[in-house]
C-alpha cells in the first residue's frame, strides 16, 4: 500500500467526529505498552518519549488504522523475501589508500589474538573480516579503535598506527561536539584507554601522562553510556530479556566501572561511574558473550568476573583508606585503620580462594595476578606510610628543626613497629609483582594493557622508598636491585621504538634507584622541601635571600616529599635528586658506594629534559 499525497495531520478524533463507533476495534482503545510503562522523572525522558511517539505516527500512513498499516507492512516485507542491501560504506582510511583491505583484515585479526583476551569488550562480529563494511558503517568508532590499538606495537606499521591515531582523534571530537554515541563508541573509548595510542610528543621520562589521556577517554565514555542509559542495566528488573542488546549493554557498563574505579584510583580522582545495583550481584551469567564457544578457549567471562570482584575491593579499599588527604591523615595518626586493613586481608584472600586457581593462558593468568598483587601492595602499604607519617610527626616535636638524626634509618627495628606484618606483606606484594612481570616474554608484555606496566613502576617506587628507610636489609636490597635491573630491561626489550612507553618509563626507574637521597633528612617534608625545589630548580621565590639558596642547596630532596601512588612527583623527585651538573646521564653506570644502592650496565644515550623541576603542586605524603 502507498500512502496517498499529504494531507491535513492525522487528529485524535471523538467517535463523532472522525470514524464511527461501529468501526472501531479494541486495537484502538488499547494503551499502547510503552506509553503506560514510561517513567517521566526529567526533561529529558519526556523529550525522549514525545520522539518515541512522534516516530510511531510517522510510520504510519495518514489514512491508515494501526491494525491495517501493521497488516500492510507484513504482507509487503512477505511479497518481497528480502530487504534490499545497502552500498558499501567507503572507509576513510581506504578510500584514501592509507590502508588495504588486506591490512585490516590482518590487523584485526592481530587485535582478537593478541589484545582482545586482556579486555574482551568488543564486539566479536566487529573483529570477524568477513563483516568488514558492515562493520565500517555501523560500527566505525570500534573499528578504527581496534585498527590503532592493534597496529601501535609493530615497528613496521608506524605509519599506518599514526593514521588509524588521527582518524580515531577525528572520531572522537566528533562524538563529543554532537553530543551523541552510542554502546559501540563506549566499547571504543574504553580500549583506547587501555592501550593509549603513542603520542608523537612526549617527554623522554614517563610520569604518567598517558593515565592523564586515559582518564578523559573514560569519562568521555561514561557520559555516553549515561545518555544511553546503559546504566541501569546495573539493576535487575522483572522484564530483563535475555537479548544480545541488553548483554552488550550490560558488558559495556561493567566495563565502564572497572575503567573508570581503576583510572580514578592511579590518578586519585572521584569516581564517575555506578556500580552495579546493591542487590545485584553480577556474574559469568551475566556475560553470555564472554562464555567460551569451544572447550580449549579461555573463560573470558570467568576472568571478566574475577576483575570485576577484584575492583570492587579496589573501590572499597580507596574509599575506607584513601578518600581525602585528611581522612587519610586522621586514620594515620589515630590507627584505627588496622582494622580496616585486616578486614581487607581477609577479602583478599577469600578472593584468592575462588579465583587464584582459574584456569586460563599464561598471559591471562600473569595479568590477573599482577592486579591482585598490586592491591595486596596498595592496601598495605598504607600502614607504610602512617608508621612513617608518624615518625615524622615524632622527630619533628623533639626538634628544633625537625630532622632526624643522620645515623638513625626510620625503619632500622622494623619488627619492633606495630605494622611489622603489613609492611612485610607490602614488601612482598611488591617483590611478586617484580617476579610476575620480569617472566614475561617481551613480546607478550608488549601487548598488555598499560595499567600492567604501571604496577611494576609503582612497585618500584615503593621498594625504593622501603630501600631508604631502612625496611630491607642488605641482602633483601642486593635481591630488590637485580629485580628492578631485571625490570628495567624487560621495559627497553618490550617497546617497538625509542622514546616509548617502556623505554620512557625505564628511565624513570633508572634515575630513581641510581642512588637514595640521604637518611639524614627523612622527615624534612611540607616548606622545607618546596624550598628545595625552588633551590633544585630554574627559579627562586622571592623570599628566599642568597643564604637560603645555598642552605637549601647543600640538602637533598626528602624521601617524604613525594607519595610512590604520583607518578609526576616521581618524576620530579628523581630527576631532582640524581641529577647530573652536566644535565646528562654519562655517569649513570656509576653509584654510590655508600649508599649500596644502584647498577650497572645501562645506556647512556638520553638526557634530563630542564623542564623537569620539582612539582611544588604535588601532595606530600598519601596522595589522596
Known amino acids: 500500500m502507498h500512502p496517498g499525497p499529504p494531507s491535513q495531520p492525522q487528529q485524535h478524533l471523538a467517535p463523532e467526529q472522525g470514524y464511527a463507533s461501529s468501526d472501531r476495534t479494541p486495537h484502538d482503545d488499547a494503551v499502547d505498552d510503552t506509553v503506560a510503562a514510561t517513567d517521566l522523572q526529567n526533561p529529558s525522558d519526556a523529550l525522549d518519549f514525545l520522539a518515541q511517539v512522534a516516530e510511531r505516527d510517522a510510520a504510519r500512513s495518514p489514512g491508515e488504522r494501526p491494525h491495517e498499516q501493521n497488516a500492510g507492512a507484513g504482507a509487503h516485507a512477505h511479497g518481497n523475501g528480502h530487504i534490499p542491501s545497502q552500498q558499501p560504506t567507503i572507509y576513510p582510511l581506504l578510500q584514501t589508500g592509507q590502508l588495504s583491505v588486506e591490512m585490516v583484515s590482518t590487523l584485526l585479526l592481530r587485535y582478537h589474538d593478541k589484545y582482545h583476551p586482556y579486555f574482551p569488550i568488543a564486539n566479536v562480529d566487529a573483529m570477524t573480516p568477513q563483516r568488514l563494511w558492515t562493520t565500517a558503517s555501523d560500527q566505525k568508532h570500534l573499528l578504527t579503535a581496534m585498527l590503532t590499538v592493534a597496529s601501535r606495537d609493530v615497528q613496521e606499521w608506524q605509519q599506518t598506527h599514526e593514521a588509524c591515531s588521527a582518524h580515531m582523534q577525528d572520531l572522537i571530537a566528533n562524538l563529543v561536539y554532537a553530543g551523541t554515541g552510542s554502546v559501540e563508541a563506549i566499547e571504543a573509548l574504553l580500549i583506547l584507554s587501555e592501550w593509549p595510542p603513542r603520542q608523537p610528543r612526549c617527554p623522554s621520562i614517563g610520569r604518567g601522562e598517558e593515565d592523564a589521556a586515559a582518564w578523559m577517554l573514560v569519562g568521555t565514555a561514561i557520559r555516553i553510556g549515561y545518555l544511553l542509559g546503559i546504566d541501569r542495566t546495573g539493576f535487575r528488573t522483572a522484564n530483563d530479556g535475555n537479548t544480545d542488546g541488553l548483554d552488550r549493554k550490560r558488558l559495556a557498563w561493567a566495563a565502564c566501572y572497572i575503567s573508570d574505579r ?153 619488627a619492633s613497629t606495630p605494622d611489622a606484618r603489613f609492611i612485610y606483606e607490602a614488601i612482598d ?99 622545607s622541601a618546596k624550598q628545595h625545589a625552588y633551590a633544585a630548580g630554574t627559579s627562586m621565590p622571592q623570599q628566599l635571600g642568597p643564604g637560603d639558596v645555598q642552605q637549601q642547596t647543600q640538602n637533598p630532596a626528602s624521601i617524604n616529599a613525594f607519595s610512590w601512588l604520583d607518578l609526576g612527583a616521581v618524576g620530579d623527585f628523581a630527576t631532582t635528586n640524581n641529577s647530573l651538573p652536566s644535565e646528562s646521564l654519562d655517569g649513570l653506570d656509576w653509584f654510590d658506594d655508600s649508599s649500596n644502592g644502584g647498577f650497572g650496565s645501562f645506556d647512556q644515550g638520553f638526557t634530563i629534559p630542564l623542564q623537569y623541576v620539582w612539582n611544588t603542586a604535588s601532595p606530600y605524603g598519601v596522595m589522596f
Open 429 to 527: 606484594a611488591a617483590t611478586s609483582i617484580l617476579s610476575v612481570f620480569n617472566s614475561l616474554d617481551p613480546l607478550i608484555l608488549r601487548t598488555m594493557p598499560l595499567k600492567l606496566w604501571l604496577c611494576v613502576i609503582y612497585s618500584g617506587t615503593f621498594l625504593y622508598k622501603a630501600r631508604c628507610t631502612g625496611v630491607m636489609g642488605a641482602e633483601q636490597t642486593g635481591r630488590v636491585k637485580q629485580m628492578i635491573h631485571d625490570a628495567v630491561d624487560k621495559l627497553q626489550k618490550a617497546s617497538t621504538c625509542a622514546n616509548d612507553v617502556g623505554d620512557r618509563y625505564s628511565r624513570l626507574l633508572r634515575l630513581l634507584w641510581r642512588k637514595p637521597p640521604s637518611r639524614g633528612d627523612v622527615s624534612r617534608t611540607g616548606e
Open 262 to 414: 581503576q583510572i580514578s584510583v592511579r590518578l586519585g580522582k572521584a569516581f564517575w561511574s555506578r556500580g552495579p545495583g546493591p542487590m545485584t550481584a553480577l556474574g559469568t551469567r551475566d556475560f553470555p558473550s564472554l562464555k567460551p564457544k569451544q572447550p580449549w578457549q579461555d573463560d573470558y567471562a570467568a576472568i571478566f568476573q574475577a576483575n570485576l570482584d577484584l575492583t570492587q575491593l579496589f573501590s572499597n579499599a580507596h574509599d575506607v583508606l584513601y578518600a581525602t588527604k585528611d581522612r587519610s591523615q586522621q586514620l594515620h595518626m589515630g590507627g584505627e585503620y588496622v582494622k580496616y586493613i585486616d578486614d581487607f586481608r581477609v577479602s583478599l584472600r577469600i578472593w584468592h580462594s575462588t579465583w587464584g586457581m582459574l584456569s586460563c593462558s599464561a598471559p591471562l593468568k600473569a595479568s590477573v595476578t599482577l592486579c591482585y598483587e598490586y592491591l595486596r601492595l596498595y592496601i598495605n602499604a598504607f600502614a607504610y606510610q602512617a608508621t612513617l607519617n608518624r615518625l615524622v610527626a615524632k622527630a619533628q616535636a623533639a626538634s628544633p628543626n625537625g630532622v632526624l638524626a643522620t645515623s638513625i634509618a626510620p625503619f632500622a627495628d622494623i
